[in-house]
């Protein structure tokens, strides 16, 4: 899939992106791309800058943290660069957000149907009545049963996964040519979950919709994806296609991620975890910020390392990457 | 040996003061047994009874009906000292360790606080107690002056864990006690349990909702759909070779990063 990229220009283009909280870099130097019809994962732990990092496109951070440098293109929209009513014409129309938490996401007081359509009425000035009607066959197009009906259900009516579908049904309202997905499965069942999924391939797979993909889950990410950026404490570590980062990881953080995660598929001895923890705001070193639980840590890693390329777009950010068939 | 056992228990959460009839059946007519130093697993999706079934365990909630069993008693026909003595073997291991840990106490009045209940020991012991445990699971005797809240989720839940051990339990119940945890943290927590669980010979069930875990942890599994267990067997048999489709539709659903490459094993594939 990576390939229907090659030659064109990206849909969204994140160029040495860093944002701070004061004092503190939270995202370091990130460049990141989105092809068109391709599926991104933006994979990383907690406290990794994942989120902001999406936040940021959508000039949604929170109010203490600023980008401090870097570009981010939307097509041909610098995003860092906009005015307030043209991000409005953008959000929604070129670009739609499918939050986490759905419950929160959708107002308790209006019906989903008239959620699911709003965009519809507020972006291409139709009736209600009419964007009622489409926002039936949204909801059909995400596999909601008996669409006619629940429009008028409040979102409490709603099962967790109906109302990440209302959400997903929503976002493709006017047909994004990128959706942004923060952890749309958390919370939902693993059968939901593998609904939820499936439902986005088919999305991409039938209008070309890219999707930049923000996840901790790497069976998910596995699963789905074509391309995948790996966070840590706020830098990209590791990017590669999805062969390159689950078949051969270079950058140690990946491949003991990969090792300490547990298998309901196959017996596992002993998972390999990965000692210490996650460094939390203002603990970030300098140097390489894996190094301090880095079983592979020699004395230049107190040096920042700078991205080597192993093979065409799989990139590490390590002194000492992993040869390319060694197990974890 | 059956060290703890359910015996037809069923649950019904009551709902007829608002709609004049009876609720539906959280647990139905559920029975198994744990043998000493064995670990269940009790997996399933939200919904399907498996955390009201681990608290009845715990003698939290009252089954509606059939019995809960340790070492040949009916926890419910329990009371007084011999409660009080059956609840020193029987520890619970809750999720979200922010917050069944109290935010206004120190992590060393936290783990002396089952001592002191329990009288053990002179006060001096119980501090040496409490400094033992610390180190037991990889903290450091300085842990004792912090507030929960000074601590990161992974050594939150080092601490939920040595205070269900501090008693010196025969079984500890633990409920999905990493998924609250990062990938590179739940690896140590689990490896941890595992080890505990080792040395001290423990007994224990495991709910959770990750079959990865489940797998990993435990011995046998019970998979619940909708109150029932649906699949009960030796975890190697359960995931390797399903019997019932539920279980299969579980294992089918699940995210795994080695499903590329079990997949790009098979002719034709990948």
Partial sequence: ?328 | MKLLEVKNVSKRFDARSWFGRPGDLVVRDVSLSVAAGQTLGIVGESGSGKSTLLRMMLRLIRPTSGSIIFRGQDLWTLGGAELLAVRREIQAIFQDPASSLNPRQRIGDILLAPLDVHRIGPSKERRDEVVATLLRVGLTADYARRYPHQLSGGQRQRVAIARAIIMGPSVVLADEPTSALDVSVQAQILNLFREIKRNLGLTSVFVSHNLGVVRYLCDSVAVMRQGEIVEIGPSETVFAAPQHPYTRALLDAVPDPRRRLLSSLVPGEG
């Fill in chain 1, 1 to 328: 899939m990576a390939s229907m990229t090659s030659g064109l220009a990206p849909v969204l283009d994140i160029q040495n992106l860093t944002i701070e909280f004061p004092g503190q870099r939270v995202v370091d130097d990130v460049n990141l791309e989105v092809g068109a019809g391709e599926i991104v994962a933006l994979i990383g732990e907690s406290g990794s800058g994942k989120t902001l990092t999406a936040l940021a496109i959508l000039n949604l951070l929170p109010r203490q943290a600023h980008v401090t440098e870097g570009r981010i293109m939307l097509n041909h929209w610098p995003m860092l660069h906009l005015t307030a009513s043209q991000r409005r014409e953008l959000l929604g129309d070129r670009l739609a957000f499918i939050p986490q938490d759905s419950m929160r996401a959708l107002n308790p007081m209006l019906p989903v149907g008239d959620q699911v359509g709003e965009p519809l009425v507020i972006h291409r000035s139709i009736s209600w009545e009419a964007a009622r009607r489409i926002a039936v066959n949204l909801l059909r197009a995400v596999h909601l049963k008996e669409p006619e009906k629940r429009i008028a259900d409040y979102p409490h009516q709603f099962s967790g996964g109906m109302q990440q579908r209302a959400m997903i049904a929503m976002a493709l309202a006017l047909e994004p040519e990128l959706i942004i997905a923060d952890e749309p499965t958390t919370g939902l069942d693993v059968t939901v979950q593998a609904q939820v999924i499936r439902l986005l391939g088919e999305i991409r797979d039938r209008k070309g919709t890219s999707i930049l993909f923000i996840t901790h889950d790497l069976g998910l990410v596995s699963d789905f994806c074509d391309r995948v950026y790996v966070m840590y404490a706020g830098k990209v570590v590791e990017q590669g296609s999805v062969g390159d980062i689950f078949d051969s990881p270079r950058h140690p953080y990946t491949a003991a991620l990969l090792a300490a995660t547990p298998s309901a598929l196959e017996r596992v001895s002993e998972l390999v975890s990965i000692a210490g923890q996650i460094p939390t705001r203002g603990e970030i070193e300098a140097g390489c910020v894996f190094a301090p639980r880095c079983p592979r840590a020699q004395p230049l890693c107190a040096e920042a390392p700078v991205e080597s390329e192993m093979s065409p777009r799989h990139r590490v950010r390590c002194w000492y990457p992993r040869g390319p068939i060694e197990t974890p």
